[in-house]
């Protein structure tokens, strides 16, 4: 398509030129609103500890407290907190991997009896949600002996994203050419085989898009973790944030330091994959 | 969702046939499907084994408690039928849960899909900066719900709150107004916390569905003279229709089951008047430990959601393919 054709084609989309000044002001307010928050998050993060308790309150802090950013460190235990999100988080990842891989590729590409049972199962579990389930969970907790381990933090988060990642999984390995099945099987290679040397490297973008839902759903994961750990040394960001609230005074300057803090990893991984994102819900979601 | 599940089993059956030549040859071929099937089987294993312990017990053993009298440790006690419903249904907290769950849900999925929708159509425009807004737009995904709803509380702190200091700013009051002390203002509050992590998901999936259609459609369109406003209505929104059924059906899920948000700023108080159904089952199950009571909430929850998707969809689909 030319470059004129282009343009021409953008402005028929959009339509009048008053309209459209009316929708991007519409569209910058909402983007405002939509990230001014955040502002907010960032100035108060560095305000210092008087200048945060004094009326009226000032939009910008006089002077930059960057000390923040450590004092919250020994304010609360963060980096026990990072440390224990990192294990929660990281575990029911690598334990939704070697449960989703193979999953949607038997799922993808091979025929068995039961497979439809299969599929209509994980559609099912898809619809139950962690609210529902947790009284029964938290029995089952207690008969596991897992109450106030990383155990029972690591196989729930691990096992409620399981739909969602075989189902990503799935539409990503059903994208692979037939071919390369037919080719090995033809040479007697076993289905195991097939699935670590040929269908795990092609399938490694669909792979790494699904993981970091599972990863993120687990560093995000309030309720369990606010139910199965009241130990302090095991619990996550989320409910170790939370219990900051908890505490007599709360320190807004360094809730919101933590706050940041613990952002920041889980952004750097979207931003990695960004692209993929979406896309890989949508496939997962209408495909 | 329901559309991919006709297309992926589409080729289940087939593939076993060709009658046996010899008695022999018949075990040996037996004996192979029954490896193959096993080899099959050990895919899913692991899966199966963790959605059946982790997900399906736990729903199963709902069930099971809330027929039954249980005690403060969750143990079953003896048959009680419906006692558990029927107490629940008599707790006037429960129908002003119910409501507030209603309400909650309808208006949070209404406005977060408008303004999703309102957002994406603009981030598919080319126009310089998208990129950053784009990946801008990942923050309040990215944060945990604990995050920004801690956030908002800060900035809703009648004191030092952003939202007070820009209302007094722009002279919409003066003085002090205290959003989750009061009753009118808490649940809007909380709504709007709601949409404002919403909007950013949804929006960046409803991007992902309009980068999906085919330019080619609109040049024909353009061609017929169909123009802006129309183009969206007749072009866009039908073409876009998969992508939308599924987000609203996902966001209802979320919003209904949203529990974070209400918990960690009111606890579903001041007595009980923000209650929706996520704060008050787990209020009856681990403040007062009413573990049957708070089962059977559950399970009423679970069939509201399980009825909606069933109609949802069916309505959704209805002239689809």
Redesign the interface.
Known sequence: ?SRA?EVS??H?????KP?RVV??L??GW??V???A??V??AL?AVTGNRA??V???R?IPKQVAWSNFTSAFTAVPLARYFLNSTIIAGGSTV?NA???V??A????R???????A??????A????????????????M?VLHMINTYWALI??D???S??IT?WIM?AYF?GIPQEIQDAATLDGI???RI?VDHFIPLGIPGIVTALVFSF?IA?????FA??FVTNPTIRP???G??A??GEAEIQ?NY??AA?LL??VP??LI??GI?KR???G??AG??? | ?M???AA??G??A??LGAPAASPAAHQRRVGARIR??L??????T???I??A??????????FW?SVHNVNE??QAQGFSGFGNFSTVLHDPAFTGAVLRSGIWTVVVVGVTTA?GL??AV?LN??WRGRAL????????????????T??????S?P????LD?LLRDVQIIHGNLSWLGSAGYALPLMMWIAI?VS???TA??M???L??ID?DV??AA?MDGT???R?FVDMTLPLLR??LT?TVL?NV??VF?S??II??LTEGGPLGSTNTL?TY??NL??ELNE?GA??AV?VF??FL??IF?LIYTRLAWRNVR
């Not at chain 2, 801690?150 to 900035?155: E, K, P, T, V, Y």
């Open positions: 398509m054709a084609l953008d028929v989309v959009r339509g009048s309209g929708t991007r519409a569209f909402v983007v609103i939509l990230l928050p955040f907010v998050m108060t945060i308790a009326l009226p309150a939009w334990l070697f449960a989703a193979p999953a590729f038997a799922l993808a091979l025929r068995f009896r039961g497979r439809r299969f599929l209509l199962f994980i559609i579990t898809q619809m139950i949600s962690p609210i529902v389930l947790l009284i029964a969970a938290f029995k089952l207690v196989f729930m691990g096992s409620v399981l739909p075989i799935t059903s076993g289905n195991w699935l993120v560093w995000n994961e309030f309720l606010l139910t960001l989320t409910t944030i939370y900051f609230v807004w809730l919101m706050s613990s952002i889980v952004l979207f931003l960004q994102l979406a896309a819900l949508v979601a209408v495909k | 969702m559309a991919s599940t992926v089993t080729g289940a087939g593939e193959a099937g080899n099959h089987i050990s895919f899913i692991l899966a199966a963790l959605c312990v982790f997900l399906c017990y736990p729903v199963l053993d709902t408690l440790f969750g303004l309102f957002v603009l425009q080319p807004v784009r990946s801008l737009l990942l923050l309040p995904w990215v944060s945990s719900l604990v995050v920004t801690l956030l908002w509380q800060w900035m702190d004191d030092f709150g952003a200091h404002w909007v950013p998901p960046l999936i991007l992902a569905g980068q999906g330019r609109y040049e353009a123009r802006g406003y183009l998969p992508v599924v996902l899920i979320f089951n529990f974070p918990w960690i996520p089952m787990y199950a681990f573990m708070a089962a559950a929850m679970f959601l399980l998707s």
